[in-house]
């Protein structure tokens, strides 16, 4: 038997708040100086149900801190080089300090050509090469949106990272393996990376003061993987469909909350945890990129 302990659930939603309301502020006294706004700019190629909606989010908090946006919409049949075109004609507008395009592409397009496109400086989701590797640098230029948003997370909360065990389960190159670096740089934690191939994946993950999980797969993580009094970060999200949900479908985490919570100190829900930090950081890298910019 375990014992059932109280855990506290961690609100996503009320620390992007925060934080938009802190860049709201910031935004609003550049105005009042007559200095430039910050200008995101997002690119979604084709129809895919889940990237609209998060597009739809990403412009609806552009429009809540006060940024200026543009919103370039191809059809899925776009070619490969006239979408590069674009980009490097976004790289070189002067009024654009932050540009992404929306993942996951047409399988015809590179997503390493596309991302190798973006200038590092504009690259407000961290996803190039140079803002990758900026993670292990003394000055990171614009950190990865998702790991970023974890590791504010988790500063907000107070919860600890320097010393402890951290176990992250996914090692993508948009949430795990950046996530993983940063914890071991600016969070000087022990970090074991587990992936598909790990062997024994509850082995690993019952060792962990803090799991992070990053994979995917709704309801990998049970509670009998999860040790007692640990922080769990569910970064999953997966679109569930079913008639049973309004509009047709659930958005999922990893974890099993249900079940978890209860052996856990903290716990991200899914929605409402990690998601609403990403766009967070998404405008703080964009509120940044302009600063350095306008320097
Ligand atoms: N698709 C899923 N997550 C992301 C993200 O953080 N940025 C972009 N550009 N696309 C995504």
Redesign the pocket.
């Known amino acids: 038997m375990t014992e059932a302990t109280t855990y506290t659930r961690i609100d996503g939603r009320k620390i992007a708040a925060e934080i938009k309301q802190e860049i709201a502020t910031k935004v609003a006294s550049m105005k009042a100086e007559g200095k430039k706004l910050p200008h995101l700019a997002i690119i979604l190629v084709g129809d895919d149900g889940a ?1 609209q909606t ?1 597009v739809d989010h990403k412009v609806k908090a552009c429009k809540e801190v006060g940024f200026h946006y543009t919103l370039l919409r191809f059809a899925d049949t776009i070619q490969e080089d006239k979408l590069l075109k674009h980009i490097v004609q976004l790289n070189n507008d002067d009024d654009v300090d932050g540009l ?5 592409l047409p399988a015809h397009i590179s997503v390493e050509h596309v991302t190798d496109h973006i200038r590092a400086d504009k690259d407000v ?1 961290g ?1 190039t090469n140079q803002n990758f590797g900026s993670i292990i640098s003394r000055h990171p230029l614009l950190l990865p ?2 790991p970023f948003g974890v590791m504010e997370l988790l500063r907000r909360y107070n919860i600890e990272t320097k010393g402890k065990h951290c176990v992250v389960v996914g090692a993508s190159r ?1 949430a795990g393996a950046p996530l993983s670096m940063m914890l071991a740089e600016q969070g000087r934690a022990t970090v074991t990376i587990c992936h598909k191939y790990t062997q024994d994946l509850a082995s690993h993950t019952k060792q962990a003061d803090i799991l992070f999980v990053a994979v995917g797969k709704p309801g990998l993580i049970t509670e009998d993987m999860v040790k007692e009094g640990a922080v769990v970060i569910d970064i999953g ?1 997966t679109r569930v469909e079913g008639k049973q949900y309004k509009n047709g479908y659930a958005i999922k985490g990893d974890v099993d909350f249900e079940k978890v919570a209860p052996k856990c100190s903290y716990i991200t829900p899914v929605p409402g945890g990690v998601g609403p930090m ?1 766009i967070a950081s ?1 405008l703080l890298n964009t509120l940044r990129a302009a600063e350095l910019r306008n320097k």
Do not use: C, E, G, R
Not at 100 to 104: G, R, S
């Open positions: 990237s998060y992404i395009v929306q993942l996951p989701d996803f949106a998702t948009i999200t990403t998404l």
